[in-house]
């Protein structure tokens, strides 16, 4: 007998952050919008507590902030916190990789190679908010082969505290195509078994990213 799993369906809370997510990597949500909540309750079809809790989460990512007289605002983009996020990235992710690329299995190759190729395609539609998962899930299955949750779970977070930043390099055709090639550069060292030269593939990737995102926040 074949056993059959259920996956919990998310609650609204989890639901409605999904969708704030969506909208503040699309650009819907644009830095210095005002979030009116009963208005984006009624949008959603849910009451004004799920609404108000993903905020906060929100708010703890740095993603909005909060004030009595305004409410719930979008946060501006900031040079200085994108360059100190990926500069712990940087310490974090070489070390995922270090510790993973001896464990990755044929299986585990596969399904990078696949992801990378879920990037591409996403990339290819011009679908930022689909770009933004598949290139997320292509490097975590990297990170989490190393088997070290608690670096797995420090790194989401850095993650989502740049969702926003990422689609605004994705935003460009020739950004998106850099990332497609970069991920084959990082395979290729994957295949071979190479840590360093994957620690140094993913340098290289990060760098372009963030002078790019960088560049554009100050014209």
């Known amino acids: 007998m074949t056993d059959i799993l259920f996956t919990k369906p998310p609650t609204a809370q989890e639901a409605v952050l999904t969708e704030l997510r969506r909208l503040l990597v699309t650009g819907d949500l644009a830095p210095g919008t005002p979030i009116r909540q009963e208005a984006l309750a009624e949008r959603l079809g849910v009451s004004r507590v799920p609404v108000r809790e993903a905020l906060k989460v929100l708010e703890g990512e740095g993603h909005v902030s909060y004030s009595a007289h305004r409410g719930y605002v979008v946060a501006e983009l900031s040079i200085d916190d994108l360059v100190e996020v990926y500069r712990l990235r940087e310490l974090l992710e070489a070390e ?18 696949q992801a990378a190729r879920d990037v591409e395609s996403a990339g290819a539609d011009g679908d ?11 490097h975590f299955l990297l990170f989490d082969a190393a088997g070290l949750p608690r670096l797995s779970r420090t790194l989401r977070q850095l993650w989502d505290a740049t969702d926003v930043y990422r689609s605004v390099y994705f935003a460009a055709a020739d950004n998106r195509q850099r990332v497609v090639d970069e991920h084959e550069h990082l395979c290729a060292a994957l295949r071979a078994g190479d840590a360093e030269a994957a620690i140094e593939a993913q340098a290289t990737h990060r760098a372009h990213s963030v002078h790019t995102v960088s560049a554009a926040l100050t014209r």
Do not use: G, K
């Not at 995922?96 to 190679?113: F, G, K, Q, W, Y």
């Not at 930022?128 to 292509?138: I, K, P, S």
């Open 96 to 113: 995922a990789i270090r510790v993973a690329v001896p464990r990755l299995t044929l299986l585990n190759l596969e399904e990078i190679e």
């Open 128 to 138: 930022l908010a689909e770009v933004t998962a598949a290139n997320r899930n292509f």
